[in-house]
């Protein structure tokens, strides 16, 4: 069995893969200074809730955002699962052509989800990836990454307003049923929300507009579910892209030690 970890600055994601399909799904909060023995207690806890164990799990691949977990990471692979795991960015060979300035520096969790998202869409593609950042990335019909954008997440615009706004309080993300508040928090809550999904439409048009073909665009990640029904700027719903693309990479990567 696989175990997929995707760590993003806000959450973590461990997924466990049986050869056929994904049979469980954990998500939490990414704190870079969680050791692997920490790891290994909580993850075991939910492995034995499922009727599964440590000893099933024979690989492990691992996606991080956040380089001073993954040591963290790597020894809960080692010492707990007595596997070297693939790390995206340090010893996975992603089989995908990166056609931006600088290839190093694009993200792992953008490069993996453009592979996830090729896998099961045709022709160009646009990925609007939702989490603490925002990011928008172009995915040509051939598979190939062409760059994109990177904007601050709306979880990030919500505490920035709280954060310098002394009278502004914290509040959480919610669909306004009206774009007129008419109280502190209605009007906060509105003008995030509705200021985030007019983002997003002038964004994608502008992208859409220079890139100059059509284009399937693609919403994913941790609040990507707030925008459903709220803008026609985005095709599909995809929440599973970034586990996709892990385990395409696992693929791709096991193929290659088999030759």
Not at 39 to 44: C, F, S
Not at 79 to 87: D, K, S
Not at 202 to 224: C, F, Y
């Amino acid at each position: 069995m696989l175990l997929a970890i995707e760590q993003g600055n806000t959450n973590t994601l461990f997924a466990v893969h049986d050869g056929e399909t994904w049979i469980a799904q954990w998500r939490t909060a990414t704190e870079s200074n969680r050791t692997g023995d920490e790891y290994a207690v909580w993850l075991n806890q939910l492995l034995e809730m499922r009727g599964l164990s440590m000893q099933r799990l024979d690989g492990c691949i691992i996606s991080s955002v956040v380089p001073q977990s993954i040591f963290n990471l790597r020894n809960l692979a080692r010492r707990y699962l007595n596997v070297e795991p693939l790390v995206i960015g340090e010893n996975a060979l992603l089989g995908i052509d990166v056609r931006i300035t600088k290839p190093t520096e694009a993200g792992a969790d953008r490069l993996v989800n453009a592979i996830g998202a090729h896998l099961t869409y045709p022709g160009d593609l646009l990925l609007i990836d939702s989490g603490t950042a925002t990011t928008f990335d172009i995915v040509a019909a051939d598979g190939a990454f062409e760059g994109g954008l990177i904007a601050p997440g709306i979880n990030l615009s919500l505490q920035a307003l709280h954060e310098a706004a002394a009278k502004l309080p914290r509040i959480a993300i919610q669909k306004p049923d009206r774009v007129i508040g008419k109280d502190t928090v209605a009007a906060m809550q509105s003008g995030v929300f509705w200021g985030y999904i007019a983002l997003i439409e002038g964004l994608v048009d502008r992208i859409k507009t220079e890139w100059g073909r059509p284009m399937t665009v693609i919403g994913t990640g941790g609040v990507a579910s707030l925008f459903e029904g709220a803008t026609n700027s985005i095709d599909r719903f995809d929440p599973d892209l970034t586990i996709r693309g892990l385990l395409e990479i696992w693929h791709r990567n096991s193929d290659l030690k088999d030759t």
